[in-house]
């Protein structure tokens, strides 16, 4: 049995590193991941009272505000699509 050793990962600093010293990091790249879309932060208003119930809601899940919007605008969403399409007439809220 031979005895090799694992090769170890490089940690994403020390290929960074690598980098900045104009060494080639290309084989630690695979090309088979996905980009995600950039993030673009919104002001939104709210109300006392609602920002009240949202941070309650917060509170009894545990996660933050922007967790509980950003859930709920995504299942009204979701409801909204379902319903163009025919399938919301059965939908309880």
């Given at each position: ?45 709210f ?31 979701n ?15």
């Amino acid at each position: 049995m031979k005895n090799t050793a694992k090769k170890i990962s490089p940690s994403a600093d020390e290929i960074a590193e690598k980098a900045m010293r104009g060494e080639d990091v290309s084989l630690f790249f695979t090309n088979t991941g996905e980009m995600k879309p950039a993030i673009q932060r919104v002001n939104v208003d709210f109300g006392v009272d609602m920002l009240k119930e949202l941070d309650a809601i917060a509170k009894e899940l545990n996660i933050s505000r922007q967790a509980v919007i950003k859930t709920y605008l995504r299942q009204s969403m979701n409801l909204h699509y379902l319903a163009r399409r025919g399938m919301g007439s059965n939908i309880e809220l």
